[in-house]
T-cell receptor, first 117, second 108 residues
Framework: EPEVTQTPSHQVTQMGQEVILRCVPI?????FYWYRQILGQKVEFLVS????????KSEIFDDQFSVERPDGSNFTLKIRSTKLEDSAMYFC???????????????FGPGTRLTVT | DAKTTQPNSMESNEEEPVHLPCNHS???????IHWYRQLPSQGPEYVIH???SNVNNRMASLAIAEDRKSSTLILHRATLRDAAVYYC?????????FGQGTILTVHP
């Protein structure tokens, strides 16, 4: 069964450093998403991406964050200058299509645990 | 975004059915109702979704109220592996909103 994969599973970085989290969505999916979950808190939407453009982003997704689809398979989340409060699990998700009816389910990866020290 | 209300926690015994309710009284007429679950230390996992009529798949059933202001996720025979946090979320332009969800505990 196809699945979303994410690398690395755990990333430790120092405050102020740049990190890139990588995701390989399911191959025939067209929409891609990043969510994050701070320890003990709820899963929060960060950004959605379609056709090489950001479709929507949350207030959390500020100028420190960027997303890219550098090739036909990878989808990345970059944090330019990490802060302590960026420590969280970051989940990538993909779906076949997203329309107004939101009729397609999202498939999530296992997550990358980011620890900023 | 539609607001959702779910009980904080529920308990069940193994092999028994579980009914997990969700109120989404502000849902629009065209938003699907999605259910996801999150097992410990894992990412959210899609369970089921529907619009108006009841839906069944290999994991669960979804019963949707006629006025669409509430829905119930039904696990027909709970297993220990079903212990998780269950979320209902009407996506808004694809954006899933996860509330606190319902923590389901399954007793052997």
């Amino acid at each position: 069964e196809p699945e979303v994969t994410q690398t690395p599973s755990h990333q430790v970085t120092q405050m102020g450093q740049e990190v890139i989290l990588r995701c390989v969505p399911i191959s025939n999916h067209l929409y891609f998403y990043w969510y994050r979950q701070i320890l003990g808190q709820k899963v929060e939407f960060l950004v959605s991406f379609y056709n090489n453009e950001i479709s929507e982003k949350s207030e959390i997704f500020d100028d420190q964050f960027s997303v890219e689809r550098p090739d036909g398979s990878n989808f990345t989340l970059k944090i330019r200058s990490t802060k302590l409060e960026d420590s969280a699990m970051y989940f990538c998700a993909s779906s076949e299509i997203r329309d107004y009816l939101s009729s397609y389910e999202q498939y999530f990866g296992p997550g990358t645990r980011l620890t900023v020290t | 975004d539609a607001k959702t209300t779910q009980p904080n926690s529920m308990e069940s015994n193994e092999e028994e059915p579980v009914h997990l309710p969700c109120n989404h009284s502000t849902i629009s007429g065209t938003d699907y109702i999605h259910w996801y679950r999150q097992l410990p230390s894992q990412g959210p996992e899609y369970v089921i979704h529907g619009l108006t009529s009841n839906v069944n798949n290999r994991m669960a059933s979804l019963a949707i109220a006629e006025d669409r202001k509430s829905s119930t996720l039904i696990l027909h025979r709970a297993t220990l592996r079903d212990a998780a946090v269950y979320y209902c979320s009407p996506p808004f332009y694809g954006k899933l909103t996860f509330g606190q969800g319902t923590i389901l505990t399954v007793h052997p």
